[in-house]
């Protein structure tokens, strides 16, 4: 059942089984078991997470790669994940987000770009984006 809800990371698995009481002897054989037959997979984890975050809450890369790490996933396969992320779509979520924090209120944009480098957004993004929205208006 508990892998029947969404995928699951290898470590969110054994977190699981050991909250349960379950023997270490156990759960890894209950791991080998798992990847075997394919329900385990970090990789998949990973892509499928991603996709997830950017169509509900559109992050930037580093706040899915901190999620990602904190889930327990490896960093190459969070590096070949985040590799099929295209950069128009992290650019036209960096712009949507502009728009709407504008709307509510961060007029300064100086505050508006701190906020946005704290939401893991690099610099060169938040410019190309303002940029963009700039030459719109």
């Known amino acids: 059942r508990y892998l ?10 054994l977190d699981y089984l ?5 023997e270490m002897s156990d759960i890894e054989v209950a791991l080998e078991r798992l990847e075997g037959l394919g329900l385990v997979d970090d990789l998949k ?3 499928a997470w991603i996709a997830d975050r950017m169509a509900v809450r559109p992050r930037s890369r580093m ?3 901190q999620e990602l790490m ?5 960093k ?8 099929e992320l295209e950069p128009e779509r992290e650019i036209e979520t960096l712009k949507t ?6 709307r509510s209120g961060y007029a300064d944009e100086k505050k508006l770009q701190g906020y946005l480098q704290r939401q893991g957004y690099r ?13 719109e208006d």
């Open 4 to 13: 029947g809800v969404r995928l699951r990371s290898r470590r969110e698995i």
């Open 18 to 22: 050991k909250r349960k009481d379950c």
């Open 45 to 47: 984890f990973a892509q």
């Open 63 to 65: 706040m899915l790669s």
């Open 70 to 74: 904190a889930k327990g996933v490896a």
């Open 76 to 83: 190459d396969d969070i590096t070949v994940a985040l590799e």
């Open 97 to 102: 987000m502009i728009l709407r924090k504008q």
């Open 123 to 135: 610099w060169s993004l938040i410019k190309q984006a303002l940029d963009e929205i700039n030459a």
